[in-house]
């Protein structure tokens, strides 16, 4: 697949492989990410991979010499890339649907012409995969929300959304992993932390990670959230974790 080439700054640039949220190019991403770290790292502060695009940070200006630019993309080109998925961690997260977390859930349901029984179904029936962590120390961007789920994020953010909470926004769904402002639409919450500095690793998850939620009640919230407190090591017994 051929990038596209826009130039943010003067050392900045993003090499785009489309725009839809699917494998085949998170793939091209991943291994975009892979070639420029191999061949040009001496020209490179860092890469920033997400859903469809690399974000390069080069050492040296390349707006108005791009000669480094068009070097990259014609041995990229050249190249016959085989594309594979990584090797990727299987995670049961558990979330807890009742109404005292999911702020939105019964506007959602009205707004999307289905019950909340419905929404909770279709929300933990997929696998999600984390294509990036970003915006906040933790925070999964996934991929693989029911069509019938997209919905709009809020018009107006709240100033605190509780760590734990899950929430949908347009084509995506994800996890607060801190108490922080936030627009999306709150339909359950997680009582495991997702970031953890007292414990190892702080992160609970990686991009390539592939998430699935389990439903549990407002008494199974509580059980384990008291598990986690006692130990933050727990999380590791409470998780379902596969290979």
């Known amino acids: 697949m051929f990038p596209s080439v ?3 700054d003067k050392k900045i640039a993003s090499f785009i492989f489309g725009q839809e949220i699917n494998e085949e190019t998170f793939q091209h991403v991943e291994a975009f990410d892979q070639f420029i770290n191999n061949k040009y790292k001496k020209h490179l502060v860092e890469t920033v991979p997400t859903y469809h695009m690399v974000t390069v940070f080069f050492n040296k200006e390349i707006a108005q010499d791009q000669s480094l630019l068009t070097d990259i993309v014609n041995k990229w080109n050249q190249l016959e890339v085989q594309l594979q998925s990584s090797i990727s961690r299987k995670i049961t997260i558990p979330v807890c649907y009742d109404t005292q977390f999911a702020f939105d859930l019964e506007r959602v349901a009205e707004e999307l012409g289905l019950t909340t029984e419905q929404i909770i179904k279709k929300h ?9 962590i970003g915006f ?3 925070f999964p961007y996934l991929g693989g929300l029911n069509k ?3 919905v709009p994020r809020l018009d107006k953010p709240r100033k605190s959304v509780e ?3 899950v929430g949908i926004g347009g084509r995506q769904t994800g ?5 922080s402002p936030g627009g999306w639409n709150i339909i359950g919450k997680t009582p495991i932390d997702l970031f953890d500095v007292n414990r190892d ?17 407002i008494d199974d919230f509580y059980k384990v959230k008291e598990s986690m ?3 933050p090591q727990n999380i590791l017994n409470i998780i379902d974790t596969k290979i």
Do not use: R
Not at 124 to 132: I, N
């Open 136 to 138: 906040l120390p933790g």
């Open 201 to 217: 690793p702080a992160f609970l998850l990686q991009p390539g990670d592939q998430i699935t939620f389990k439903s549990i009640s």
């Open 163 to 165: 760590k734990g909470s």
């Open 148 to 150: 019938e789920l997209f």
């Open 175 to 179: 996890i607060y992993p801190v108490t």
């Open 6 to 8: 826009i130039i943010q």
């Open 229 to 231: 407190e006692e130990n």
């Open 124 to 132: 933990s029936e997929p696998t999600y995969k984390v294509y990036l």
